[in-house]
């Protein structure tokens, strides 16, 4: 059971990243997927959410406008575009699937975005 994030990396505010989430060993097709961000010294963010078919999405105030989250089941895959990157982006962004009562929830090791000129 395993998700693993990629894609980060340093932007120039205004530019644009997209993340993925690589998922493993879980029943990845009948689970939502969310994606949280921690700053440094602050507390997690949760950030956006998607339904199992690609459904029932919905975003934070503070990036909403800007991120945009999707899915594709087929290769167990989800994603987080973001645009217009502003500083205050700047954190460890996590993706986050459901892993049944054995597991619970399954966080991925983290990706790492910094917005900086």
Request: proline share 2%.
């Amino acid at each position: 059971v395993q998700l693993v994030e990629s894609g980060g990396g340093l932007v120039q505010p205004g530019g644009s990243l997209r993340l993925s989430c690589a998922a493993s060993g879980l029943s990845f097709s009948r689970i939502n997927m969310r994606w949280y961000r921690q700053a440094s010294g602050k507390e997690r963010e949760w950030l956006a959410i998607i339904g199992s078919a690609g459904d029932g999405i919905d975003y934070a105030d503070s990036v909403k406008g800007r991120f945009t989250i999707s899915r594709d089941n087929a290769k167990n895959m989800a994603y987080l575009q973001m645009n217009n990157l502003k500083p205050e982006d700047t954190a460890v962004y996590y993706c986050v699937g459901w892993g049944g009562a054995r597991y619970g929830d399954v966080w991925g090791q983290g990706t790492q975005v910094t917005v900086s000129s």
